[in-house]
């Protein structure tokens, strides 16, 4: 999950490096670096490395004097560390014994142990400890024994020797006018116009600079050069990948005056309800979903759902099984991506397997969808990304149309999918009959108050910051619920701890008195979901548990609800609405908190430690 860049035959290579790292920082921080070659053959490659993320190497680039004048290729890197901790000699580029190579990576080569043994046997000096240099070495390798096979033939002879994932651009000072990429599983997309030719791992990376892109295949090899784009399968069948034209604006992925993009992207959450929902329901009365390659008569013989989703999209699932099964009365099964993958799961054809991915690129949940095809169950991904790998693998795409979110955190892509998962429960419900259209048109209509209900939260924003202002001494917290207010805890928990790396966990209300409840004592902040459900009661009696062994309580509450607040330590107030929609609204004011928390505490909330914002190692 680092990010990688790469263009030959532009002028200012420099800066379309530092411009575009500064753009995909958003996958990683840990260190970045760059590679430029000169711009006649055989002189030196220049190359610069910095600990501390993109704005470091931008200002080592401007330090410095010596970078090579007039080059036209280079390659550069931003790094999420996995093998070798963050520091400049892990950063990449990293180069082979003659200094002659440069490689960027974005994956893991999971059998680097073995070619490292094999390498260093051989003579080679391996100066990092990523898994990553082994590469740049036997492609070194490689063009010692076949030089007439060019830097291409000797990236295509390493890739066959290579377990893992990557996505990885190649320079060599002795052909200047060329990068040779290759992908594997990691994305990697190419840019093209009339005099460059481009690589990065997204689009943005590169918007501003063309709209003409080209998607890289799986085992696919691309050889840029100024102008064209020459594509081959590993095996050497020459491919030609369809030119595709993105109409993104760039300016949406800027702060436009917000101090930092968290506050800007949940302040774009109604904005993002409201797309979601745009013209979903057609004049016949049916819901329509984007790309969709399975017939109704497929849908009606479903007999199972599956979820399959990470982090915040995990949550989101969550709370569409609940809708799903209550609508569609379907069953739903709901897994954590890695532990689906690897357990065996019993599906068959007559089985619907929904990927839950804001960047559509997550590795774990693409393995588990890949596992789910090889089944032949269908496959339906929610994303935010077009064209992501997810979304062209899959028998049926429903976007969330929030827009780029950059901020790590996930805010509007959150609430836009369980906005998707909630019309996709509508359509399940309507086709196989266990709604009819006009009940389904009924529900869609009162979704159609959510943009403003999560205004309204929003507004509050101030209020919540006076309740985190008052317990931000607090070193833990404890978040419950119940029914789809569980996954709501579940995201409040997860924001807390992400932001402002403070211990916080989520549990089911009914849960806590099997266990948890022995670590409530007198002072622990506890943050409720007690907004009116059927289960408002329940909740109650749970957090009357909670707080005769002392604790504070804070609860998410509807306006009005003076019951619950004489309960409540502190309240943090929301509109109400139908309860399998409630999550849309509840979660607003735990985001809130988070950030408010991860504020008074100094703390970034757009780059939080350690994290990524799309995670491509599994
Ligand atoms: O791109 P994805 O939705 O597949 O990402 C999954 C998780 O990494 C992600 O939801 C993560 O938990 C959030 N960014 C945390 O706020």
């Known amino acids: 999950m680092c990010g990688i860049i790469g263009i030959t035959g532009g002028e200012e290579t420099l800066d379309v490096l530092l411009e575009g790292l500064a753009r995909l920082e958003y996958r990683g921080y840990d260190s970045a670096g760059l590679a430029v070659l000169p711009a006649t053959d055989g002189g030196p490659l220049w190359r610069a490395r910095a600990a501390n993320g ?13 970078a090579p004048p ?13 093998h070798g901790r963050p520091s400049e000699a892990n950063a990449h580029p990293h180069v082979d014994c003659t200094g002659q190579l440069a490689l960027v990576h974005n994956g893991i080569i999971e059998n680097h142990l073995e070619l490292s043994d094999e390498l260093v046997l051989a003579g080679h000096h391996l ?13 070194e390798s490689e063009l010692g024994t076949h030089p007439e096979a060019g830097l291409v033939g000797a990236v295509r002879e390493t890739l066959r020797r290579v377990r893992g994932y990557f996505a990885i651009a190649v320079i060599h000072s002795g052909e200047p006018d060329l990068i040779v990429a290759a992908r ?4 990697l997309v190419m840019g093209l116009t009339e005099t460059e030719a481009m690589l990065a791992s997204d689009i943005p ?27 081959t399968t590993l095996d050497g069948t020459e491919v030609i990948p369809p030119l595709r034209t993105v109409d993104y604006d760039l300016d949406a992925a800027r702060k436009d005056g917000y101090p930092d993009y968290m506050s800007k992207e949940m302040h774009e959450q109604p904005m993002a309800v409201a797309n979601t929902l745009l013209d979903r329901l057609l004049p016949d009365g049916t819901l329509a979903l984007d790309e969709v390659r399975i017939s109704d008569d497929e849908l009606r013989s479903i007999d199972k759902v599956f979820i399959v989703a990470c982090g915040s999209s995990y949550h989101a699932g969550l709370m569409a099984k609940y809708a799903i099964e209550h609508w569609a009365r379907l069953p739903v099964e709901i897994d954590i991506s890695s532990e689906f993958r690897y357990r065996d799961p019993v599906l068959d054809s007559r089985t619907l397997v929904i990927g839950v ?23 339906l991904v929610i ?23 950059i901020g790590v955190a996930s805010t509007k892509t959150h609430l836009a999918q ?14 196989r009959g266990t709604l009819y259209p006009h009940e389904a048109r009924e529900f869609l209509d009162a979704m159609g108050a959510l943009p403003d209900k999560v205004e309204t939260a929003l507004e509050r924003a101030a209020d919540v910051e006076v309740v985190a202002t008052a317990y931000r001494a607090s070193p833990s917290f404890i978040f419950l619920g119940r029914h789809v207010g569980y996954p709501v805890a579940l995201e409040g928990a997860l924001k807390l701890k992400e932001l402002s790396y403070l211990w916080a966990e989520g549990f089911p209300a009914g849960e806590l008195k099997h266990g948890p409840i022995a670590v409530v004592e007198p002072g622990t902040v506890v943050i409720g979901v007690a907004t009116r459900t059927h289960l408002w009661e329940k909740m109650m009696a749970n957090v009357a548990e909670v707080k005769s062994r002392g604790a504070t309580v804070v609860l998410v509450a509807n306006d009005g609800d003076e019951e619950t607040e004489r309960q409540a330590d502190a309240v943090l107030w929301v509109p109400e609405t139908h309860q399998l929609f409630s999550p849309i609204v509840d979660v607003v004011p735990l985001q809130l908190f988070a950030y408010s928390m991860a504020r008074l505490h100094g703390l970034d909330v757009d780059r939080p430690r350690n994290l990524a914002k799309v995670v491509t190692v599994e």
Do not use: C
Request: net charge negative.
């Open 205 to 231: 990376a590169l918007l501003g600079r063309t709209r003409s892109f080209l998607l890289l295949e799986d085992d696919q090899i691309a050889e840029l050069r100024p102008g064209s784009i020459r594509v």
């Open 70 to 82: 007039g080059s036209s290729t280079g390659i550069g890197h931003t790094r999420w560390a996995t």
């Open 54 to 66: 993109t704005r470091s190497l931008e200002d080592l680039v401007k330090r410095t004097e010596d």
């Open 383 to 405: 994303s935010n990304v077009v064209d992501s790998s997810m979304t062209r693998e899959a028998d049926a795409v429903l976007y969330t149309r929030a827009g780029p979110e």
């Open 418 to 431: 369980i906005t998707a998962l909630e019309i996709l429960a509508l359509y399940l419900a309507q086709t």
């Open 127 to 139: 100066e990092s400890d990523t898994d990553t240099e082994v590469l740049a070495h036997l492609i």
């Open 357 to 379: 991915s804001q960047s559509g690129e997550t590795v774990d949940t693409l393995q588990a969808l890949r596992e789910a095809r090889r089944w032949n169950a269908k496959v």
């Open 184 to 187: 594997r599983v990691s994305p």
